[in-house]
């Protein structure tokens, strides 16, 4: 482990000296493998460094923390916008499902109205009929128009009531 720690004790004496040579780019400071076997090093290795060695240490804690805290808002950002399509998607479902129910209370008016009309035709010659027309279209949709012919029939006369035939 000496061994160990003293090559890469050297090694970042001359990384560090390259890194001031060439006036510090971010470009020469220790990534991956290399830095997680520096901090390893640095937990066991009490010993005090110097100030450039130092210097160089900071910059790649520092660079290391940048890139993780670039990561957590990459990922928060994703979630974020995770989240946004989802209640975009929610809202459109929403819109969509309301559209398809008014369609479908609109179709059930219109065949409403349809037996509401049937019915008037009826109304004059046969109001049992228009009463029919006017119980179907109320069980359809409830408007004003087959409450009033419902009830037109009713006025025009008695109507025929059919009684189911006794069972033989």
Do not use: C
Not at 37 to 60: N, Q, S, V
């Amino acid at each position: 482990q000496d061994e160990e720690g003293a090559l890469l004790r050297d090694q970042l004496k001359q990384a560090a000296h390259l890194w001031d040579e060439k006036g510090r780019p971010a470009d020469l400071l220790w990534l991956g493998t290399s830095f997680r076997e520096f901090e390893l090093w640095r937990e066991r290795y009490p010993g005090a460094l110097t100030a450039l060695e130092d210097d160089f240490a900071r910059a790649m804690v520092g660079r290391a923390e940048s890139r993780r805290l670039r990561r957590r808002i990459g990922v928060a950002a994703a979630f974020a916008g995770l989240l946004l399509v989802l209640a975009v998607i929610g809202v459109l479902l929403r819109r969509t499902n309301l559209a398809l129910e008014r369609s479908v209370v609109d179709e059930a008016r219109a065949r409403a109205s349809r037996l509401v009309a049937l019915g008037r035709l009826e109304l004059e010659r046969y109001p049992t009929a228009a009463l029919a027309y006017a119980r179907k279209s109320l069980e359809r949709a409830d408007s004003i128009e087959a409450r009033l012919l419902a009830l037109e029939a009713l006025w025009r006369g008695p109507t025929a009531r059919l009684l189911p035939l006794p069972a033989s």
